[in-house]
T-cell receptor, first 112, second 118 residues
Framework: AQSVTQLDSQVPVFEEAPVELRCNYS??????LFWYVQYPNQGLQLLLK??????LVKGINGFEAEFNKSQTSFHLRKPSVHISDTAEYFC??????????FGAGTRLFVKA | DAGVIQSPRHEVTEMGQEVTLRCKLI?????LFWYRQTMMRGLELLIY????????DSGMPEDRFSAKMPNASFSTLKIQPSEPRDSAVYFC????????????????FGDGTRLSIL
């Protein structure tokens, strides 16, 4: 069975600094990988997805993620964060079928 | 296009009362997912439907919970009787799943219903 581990529950960072949110997955078959963002009092929104092809995926709001099959990782990065990036970020995996498995979430705090 | 629409956005009621949460899917989507989010347990999948048929309800916590899709664009999640431990934010999400199961389509979430059982 597949699983998703987000290695950090909270990540504080200063504005304009780079950030990396870590995600590892476990699956014995090919996967589709997603990052979602949740702002306060809102639902989850898709940031980016990896389906196949290039391992570097660019998403909205300047975020990107790199798929590393050998390390079974899909870390999310942004070179310079803004206050408005403060939110909770969820990594998710699907191996086919209907079910998507979500990680526990990483709360990103951007400080002025 | 309108996104997934949930109602009500907030619900406060006393324990023992029946609670009904509603969800309208994005037009053209044929899969529907109900999630519950709490600080302690994070995001939990309760049930999902494909083409109005429940595919997996193993996440439904107890018989007090039930979900239906009376038509292709609408779903309800009912709790009867409600208990304080049911307090959470409930999300529904929809997705376009093609006939073959190997789908790479993401889920589109509503803004949630914040439920408080007193």
């Amino acid at each position: 069975a597949q699983s998703v581990t987000q290695l950090d529950s909270q990540v504080p960072v200063f504005e304009e600094a780079p950030v990396e949110l870590r995600c590892n997955y476990s699956s014995s078959v090919s996967v589709y990988l997603f990052w979602y963002v949740q702002y306060p009092n809102q639902g989850l929104q898709l940031l980016l997805k990896y389906l196949s092809g290039s391992t570097l995926v660019k998403g909205i709001n300047g975020f990107e993620a790199e798929f590393n099959k050998s390390q079974t990782s899909f870390h999310l990065r942004k070179p310079s964060v803004h206050i408005s990036d403060t939110a909770e970020y969820f990594c998710a995996v699907r191996t086919g079928g209907f079910k998507t498995i979500f990680g526990a979430g990483t709360r990103l705090f951007v400080k002025a | 296009d309108a996104g997934v629409i949930q109602s009500p956005r907030h619900e406060v009621t006393e324990m023992g009362q029946e609670v009904t949460l509603r969800c309208k899917l994005i037009s053209g989507h044929n899969s529907l997912f109900w999630y519950r989010q709490t600080m302690m347990r994070g995001l939990e999948l309760l049930i999902y439907f494909n083409n109005n048929v429940p595919i997996d309800d193993s996440g439904m916590p107890e018989d007090r919970f039930s979900a239906k899709m009376p038509n292709a664009s609408f779903s309800t999640l009912k709790i009867q009787p409600s208990e304080p431990r049911d307090s959470a934010v409930y999300f529904c999400a929809s997705s376009a799943i093609p006939p073959f199961l190997n789908s790479n389509q993401p889920q589109h979430f509503g803004d949630g219903t914040r439920l408080s059982i007193l």
